[in-house]
């Protein structure tokens, strides 16, 4: 069961490990090709997609079209 406050420390969380962000804190800059698990936006719309849709086929990131 989700409790008060879950969605918006799940999509905090999402947006700070993201790739990007990580990779920018560890050295200053971003290295698009050595992501491994996407970048904050990514992870956090794919979060809301979960979410929103209950359905877990919405969230195969591999067919998605990307934006």
């Known amino acids: 069961m989700l ?3 879950d969605i918006e420390e799940g999509l905090k969380a999402a947006a700070a490990i993201g790739d990007d962000r990580l990779q920018r804190q560890a050295q200053g800059y971003v290295v698009p090709e ?3 698990h996407g970048t904050s936006e990514q992870r ?3 979060l809301r997609q979960g979410l929103t849709t209950g359905d877990i086929r919405k969230c195969d990131t591999f067919a998605a079209r990307q934006l």
Do not use: S
């Open 34 to 36: 050595a992501f491994t």
């Open 44 to 46: 956090v719309r794919w």
């Open 3 to 5: 409790e008060p406050g």
